[in-house]
């Protein structure tokens, strides 16, 4: 089969990869395609916050003299080598602005790249810029960003998830095949979800933070953002891996995701259903391709077994307080003092205090401040025990529902997210009815274990997600019943889900 | 402020102790002499051009993420040992949290409930030879803020035309070592806090983990004072001097504190729970700002680096490479030199143990050790600006310098401008000797005539010589010494004038 140049983005990563070692395409001819794209719809859908395109293209014609060069130096380049990526902005980079979404930093151009993001360059894949999301990564629709609302390709008029809209939004359009996230509490894995792309949250220090703006340090991890479970594999090989600079790095091989998220076969594969993560609270049209997934994958001989986990049901309580508390000591060092915006009060003394506490009240978002706050309050003398505490026992607890499930299980599975994607604005005055869009996805960050939401089909014309998590280090599992599920469904309907986005309607020349 | 004008007369301090007993405590801050900072790769050193020692991690920026210093943490486990300490299996790091610009990420990473080292004890030597003992509380890890210097006459942050702050020392390793309450000092209550301090200064020093100098900041001290009535049980309420940063100023500020206390309470007043700043010109304290203990930090465990965990093992390995403790090294010495009590305090206050000791373990007797460092060393340091350990004078060239002096191939005048040659370069004491032909003149030809020229100017001293009065003698080495540049041996030169004059030595 022929690409035409235009035809290059609907490409998978791994497809692109294989036809820039063959010799097939450049990478600039590729890279261009992309920033053609973002050029033609990405004012509709405001995936990304800056396009570095001279910087990718760099990269790429790099990239294009080594292996044009031939000999070591292109053998020795990486698989993905020349294949274009974005980078969520709340990964910091040097040479690119990095905003994480808010005012405060706007502006501010980091002195130092972040692990994953040296890996990127040292693999040389063009970086084509940074993609939106919710400010400091605080909600789930992408619509707290202080900048713009990124749109769902899907449907212009309702929101991409979040907070990693940006990227999942990119990646579902054809802007970027590959992508960066963060997870904190499920980040990756819904706006993967309701844009009908693959997204992995890894085990917990199995990827370095190292560089990525903290919300809440104990839940935060990065991870891939693709179309195929397999280049969500790829990518993952290439960011994971022990880092010196991040003491809660695993120190641990990468094992080969892509080969797990090729093997297929699910014969005896225990696959355990959470009993706590279905029914109320979730759409009729998830729960029937959820049910869907389910019979594809016992008819492929995987044995479904029911488990019960208990404590799940207070995971969301306790991430609202574990979350806050961490997130409103990360963001203390936003104060007007070091770097990013400064605010002088309007009136009144310009002392110390008074500059901090105008810089945060100009620059944080009313999420950001309703966490703060909560956080703060939740750390407070003599409110630790009952809240913080409380909620440390409650990630116990679920950890050890985790372990029990996965006596019973090899993995589990449940809805990435009880909802298709809702139109924009829909729960923005109600903070907890947002809250609840994580509800499926929060536990495993409590727990630290690896989660991958798959495609599961469509309802109303929207994408469903359908996750898969694992025991801890263990994120192979999910590529492999990941894998596994998309070639059910895409065998069943002929085509990957991804490929049936309709086409962005494209602005203006 | 809370200073006010009003405040009651200080007691004096005989008065004070008669109607009530001071409890003291330490808080003890030592900055460790690690190659990086407690949680970043950035130098640690101090002098540097502000904001030159500082990297993404000590600055706090977006997305940096801490990781712990073992070399630290060996540090603190040592010193934990030193001070008698149980160390612990498994302790955390959390965050102290607070809005100030000299802390970038507005919290201090410090230990908070678990700290490595706790429940010891150090015994300290007070100035009658006593030994107290003060408990040791607790020693934890944390990280020193950066510094912050305010333009203006105000000289504090309030009221500062602007304020400027150095980075360089922001994340340097701090072991803070916290006293339980001291109880029973009664009036030898500043000389226990002076001695204190100066043996957890000799602790860290002889441990090698701190540079230990007090004037810059290596060791700082919070001196907690309370009274109590004279048999009563419960503490009164404290006040926390802060940054006391030297001996005397310690045993100073613990003294004026108490008559500070007692007048106030003597007056019927109640002491406002607060820090207080020591002024070094009027030693006086004044007032900071007011502390209760329900100042909310927000403390909570770090998550962004793993807890600290100790083995038996490692723990017994560190304890081996402890160095014998300074006090015990102290009275070993003493004994082992025989010098008078004077001598020895005049030793350890140059700081000269270590060089002396080396000097004898090379072969020089003590005597001469001593004397050549506390005299020609140090007034040669003195001369040159700098600390007489620092001259680079090597043991060994000490011995050297001894044995020429020994054999009589030269004499205390001339060996100490071999060691100022030596200082300049020129090479070893014999060499020097040699090269510049220093050798002492007491072969017969040269000294003898040098000796009958003398003889010969001289004529009154050579009759009181005659005379019986051989004291008299000492008049015609200086002309001789003249004569020779100085390279005369004094000893032959009487001998040949008394042979000259026929009379017995």
Not at chain 1, 87 to 92: E, G, H, R, T, Y
Not at chain 2, 107 to 135: C, H, K
Not at chain 2, 381 to 394: C, M, S, W
């Amino acid at each position: 089969m022929t690409t035409t140049l235009s035809g290059l983005i609907r490409l998978t990563a791994a497809q692109m990869a294989v036809k820039l070692r063959a010799g097939e395409i450049t990478s600039v001819e590729l890279t261009q395609a992309h920033l053609d794209r973002i050029a033609a719809v990405d004012s509709t859908l405001n995936a990304f916050l800056h396009v570095s395109a001279e910087e990718a293209l760099q990269t790429a014609a790099e990239v294009d003299a080594i292996r044009a060069a031939g000999g070591t130096d292109a053998e020795a380049l990486h698989r993905l080598a020349g294949v274009p990526i974005a980078v969520k902005d709340l990964i910091v980079t040097k040479g690119q602005p990095t905003t994480a979404g808010s005012k405060m930093l706007e502006g501010w151009m980091s002195p130092y790249d972040a692990t994953v993001v040296q890996k990127l360059r040292e693999a040389r894949l063009p970086i084509l810029g940074k993609t939106n999301l919710d400010e400091f990564a605080m909600g789930s629709s992408t619509e707290h960003s202080a900048f713009c609302v990124t749109r769902n390709p899907w449907d212009t008029s309702r929101i991409p998830g979040g907070s990693g809209g940006g990227s999942a939004a990119a990646v579902a359009a054809f802007e970027a095949p590959l992508a960066l996230g963060t997870d904190t509490g499920g980040s990756i894995r819904q706006p993967g979800a309701v844009t009908g792309t693959v997204g992995t949250k890894p085990t917990y220090g199995s990827v370095s933070r190292y560089g990525a703006i903290a919300m809440a340090s104990s839940l935060d991890q990065i991870g891939p953002v693709a179309r195929t479970v397999e280049d969500a594999a790829l990518l993952h090989e290439l960011i994971g891996g022990y880092d010196p600079k991040d003491s809660t790095s695993l120190h641990q091989e990468v094992p080969a995701f892509s080969t797990h998220a090729a093997a297929h076969d699910v014969t005896g594969l225990r696959i355990g259903v959470i009993k706590q993560l279905q029914g109320e609270g979730y759409q009729t049209g998830v729960l029937a391709r959820f049910q869907e997934s389910l019979e594809a994958l016992r008819a492929a001989g995987a044995q479904i077994v029911d488990v019960d986990c208990p404590s799940f049901d207070y995971a969301l309580g306790a991430y609202y307080l574990i979350m806050p508390s961490e997130a409103s000591s990360n963001l203390a060092r936003y104060d007007g003092v070091r770097y990013g915006s400064r605010v002088l009060p309007e009136e009144g003394p310009l002392t110390m205090e008074r500059v901090m506490g105008a810089t945060r009240a100009a620059g944080f978002g009313e999420e950001v401040k309703r966490r703060i706050i909560l956080g703060t309050y939740a750390l407070s003398a003599g409110y630790y025990d009952a809240y913080y505490g409380s909620a440390q026992k409650i990630r116990t607890l679920i950890q050890r529902d985790f372990d029990a499930a996965f006596e019973a299980a090899d993995v589990l599975i449940s809805p990435t997210a009880p909802t298709v994607a809702f139109p924009l604005g829909a729960k923005l005055d109600d903070p907890l009815a947002m809250y609840l869009n994580d509800v499926a996805t929060i536990p495993a960050n409590l727990a630290g274990v690896p989660g991958i939401s798959v495609p599961g089909g469509l309802s109303e014309g929207l994408p469903v997600g359908i996750q898969f998590l694992a025991p801890s280090k263990q994120d192979a599992r999910v590529y492999h019943a990941g894998g596994a599920l998309e070639k059910l469904l895409n065998d069943d309907s002929g085509v990957p889900l991804w490929a049936q986005v309709p086409e962005v309607e494209e602005a203006a020349q | 402020m809370t200073e006010t004008l009003t405040e009651p007369r200080p007691l004096s301090f005989e008065e004070a102790l008669q109607k009530y007993d001071p409890v003291l405590g330490f808080e003890v801050h030592v900055e460790l002499n690690t190659a990086t900072k407690m949680f970043s790769s950035a130098p640690n050193a101090f002098g540097d051009e502000p904001n030159t020692n500082v990297n993404e991690v000590c600055l706090g920026l977006p997305g940096t993420l801490p990781v712990v210093n073992g070399k630290a943490v060996e540090s603190a486990i040592k010193l934990g040992l030193a001070l008698n300490c149980s160390i612990a299996e498994y302790c955390r790091f959390a965050r102290k949290q607070y809005f100030y610009p000299d802390t970038p990420k507005n919290w201090q990473t410090s230990q908070y409930d678990e700290p490595i080292a706790f429940d010891g004890y150090v015994d300290v030597e007070l100035d009658d030879g006593e030994i107290f003992r003060v408990e040791i509380e607790r020693a934890h890890m944390e990280e020193d803020a950066g510094k912050l210097t305010h333009a203006g006459t105000s000289g504090r942050i309030q009221g500062a035309d602007y304020s400027l702050v150095d980075y360089n020392r922001s994340g340097v390793p701090l072991i803070e070592i916290v006293t339980k309450p001291i109880t029973g000092a009664g009036e030898r209550a500043p000389q226990i806090a002076r001695a204190y301090v100066s043996a957890v200064r000799d602790i860290v020093k002889a441990l090698d983990i701190s540079d230990a100098r007090m004037e810059r900041g290596n060791v700082r001290c919070d001196a907690n004072v309370s009274l109590m009535p004279k048999g009563a049980s419960a503490f009164g309420t404290r006040s926390e001097t802060k940054n006391v940063n030297s001996m005397r100023a310690v045993e100073h500020a613990v003294h004026f504190e108490i008559r500070r206390h007692a007048g106030i309470l003597e007056a019927g007043g109640s002491i406002v729970q607060e820090t207080r700043h020591w002024q070094e010109t009027s030693r006086t304290t004044t007032s900071g700002r007011p502390k209760s203990d329900a100042d909310d930090y927000r403390y909570f465990p770090e998550p962004d680096l793993v807890p600290v965990t100790t083995t038996a093992e490692w723990i017994e390995a560190l304890r081996a490479e402890l160095p014998e403790p300074p006090a015990e090294r102290r009275r070993r010495l003493r004994e082992a030199w025989a010098y008078s009590d004077a001598e020895f305090r005049d030793v350890v206050a140059a700081g000269l143990l270590d060089q002396i000791e080396e000097t004898v373990e090379s072969g020089a007797s003590a005597a001469a050790a001593r004397k050549w460092w506390m005299g020609e060393i140090s007034r040669l340091a003195n001369a040159r600006e700098t600390e007489p350990a620092a001259l680079g004078v090597e043991p060994a060239t000490i011995v050297e310098l001894n044995g020429l002096i020994d054999e009589g191939r030269i004499n205390d005048k001339i060996a100490r401008q071999v060691l100022e040659h030596h200082l300049d370069g020129e090479g070893g004491p014999a060499e020097i000797v040699q090269k510049r032909g220093l050798e002492v003149v007491s072969d017969g030809g040269a000294l003898t005539a040098a000796v009958e020229k003398a003889m010969a100017e001289n004529p009154d001293v050579v009759e009181k010589v005659a005379a019986g009065k051989l004291k008299a003698i000492g008049a015609l080495i200086g002309p001789v010494m003249k004569e020779t540049r100085g390279q005369a041996d004094a000893g032959k030169v009487r001998e040949i004038v008394l042979q000259k004059l026929g009379i017995q030595g």
